[in-house]
């Protein structure tokens, strides 16, 4: 309805991942490297993260868009509460290969046959895991198994494991995950928007569903709704819808807070506010200051909360500081050391020289002496021949 009222070619807010809706924001940039690293080593594990509605699906859409199939092949599967016999079956039908009866060697043994296929032939093969916070150990080890297969040395098939935060959770304190921990060679948590990116958001969505400047939107409007929404795109989404709908059944050109506030009604009245923001925020009217009044209680324990925080950041500062003053100290010592060792190699050096001019001073004066002792006796010899010669002449 609102689409055809204000001229849009599609629906810029609808809720399922579209990669074409794709909108690069600091979180998803810092994830899209962390995966672009990842698929680069061939194997093990890339871990995302974050709420639900954070865009994981769009990102790994919009990923997948990117990827030559010539040179990936990939399987998508969403996954429920599976054991490690379950997702067997599911990751081989992902693939497209039909396993006559529920036997799970038999499964292995095909998706095994086909990876190798698919290396031979020059292809990767990924296996995408959504909503990975349902499945069982088990199955997550049997993940981790299917990790352990290869040609020669090179590995089969590498892993993107999408979860809600706690997976995360999950994986940094299980026990049972740490040989599968130990394979994780990327990992990225999905934070919120920044308030500064729902306007680029907004306007790029809107400009990918053919938007010419109508509506118009306040400029408060913006702040208010990263408020209500915690920055969570798909939250966005919904109340985008339900502004844009209370426009066109209003005929308005612009969409302000005003309008904001009466679908952020409408939503708690009719129990969908959950979904959008965690504790419903109080938006006012335009020309009144949009502030939320919280109760004393919640302020109270908002102080205590930063209270808390703020001791603990200078507990952190201080024992950096001492940290810096220890290193600094053994680094003085160690200064001190090799300025010692260096000292004491010189003097030996000093002492080795002395004792070599000795030993050349005394070998000289030892030449010296034979030198003079050869002189003197060829002199003897040369007198002594003299004065047989002139006793031969006499004679």
């Not at 010419?212 to 929404?229: I, Y």
């Amino acid at each position: 309805m609102f689409d055809d009222f204000y001229g849009l070619t599609s629906r810029p807010f609808q809720l399922t991942p579209d990669p074409a809706f794709y909108f690069e924001s600091l979180t998803h940039r810092k994830a899209l490297s962390y995966l672009g690293y990842g698929l680069a080593q061939g194997e093990g594990f890339v871990v995302i993260t974050g709420e639900v509605g954070a865009g994981k699906s769009t990102l790994v859409a919009h990923l997948m868009a990117t990827i030559d199939p010539e040179r990936l092949t990939a399987a998508h599967i969403v996954t429920s509460a599976l054991d490690g016999e379950e997702i067997v079956h599911v990751i081989a039908h992902a693939f497209g290969l039909e396993v006559e009866g529920h036997d799970k060697a038999s499964a292995l043994g095909m998706i095994e046959q086909f990876l190798q296929d698919e290396a031979r032939a020059g292809r990767r093969c990924l296996l995408i895991v959504d909503e990975s916070q349902n499945l069982e150990i088990g199955a997550l080890e049997e993940l981790r198994m299917l990790s352990n297969f290869q040609l020669g040395s090179h590995p089969l098939l590498q892993t993107l494991l999408l979860g809600q935060p706690e997976f995360r959770g999950l994986l940094l304190d299980s026990p049972e995950l740490e040989q599968l921990r130990q394979r994780v060679i990327a990992t990225h948590h999905l934070e919120a928007m920044q308030p500064d990116e729902v306007q680029p958001y907004i306007e790029h969505r809107m400009t990918r569903s053919g938007w010419t400047g109508k509506p118009s939107f306040d400029e408060r409007l913006f702040v208010e709704l990263h408020s209500a929404t915690a920055g969570i795109p798909r939250r966005i989404n919904q109340v985008l819808n339900r502004l844009l709908l209370l426009g066109a059944v209003e005929q308005r050109q612009h969409i302000d807070v005003a309008m904001l506030a009466q679908v952020l009604g409408d939503l708690n009245e009719d129990g969908t506010i959950t979904l959008v923001s965690p504790q419903p925020a109080r938006i006012e009217p335009a020309g009144v200051t949009g502030t939320a009044f919280a109760p004393a209680s919640t302020a109270q324990e908002h102080e205590s909360a930063i209270a808390a925080a703020t001791a603990a950041f200078e507990a952190a500062i201080a024992e950096r500081d001492a940290q810096i003053q220890e290193l600094q100290h053994a680094v003085v010592e160690l200064a001190n050391t090799v300025e010692e060792r260096e000292e004491s190699r010189q003097a030996a050096h000093a002492e080795l020289l002395t004792a070599i001019d000795q030993q050349i001073e005394a070998l000289n004066a030892r030449l010296s002496e034979q030198d003079r002792t050869i002189r003197h006796t060829l002199t003897m010899i040369i007198e002594w021949i003299e004065s047989g010669d002139a006793g031969r002449a006499a004679a």
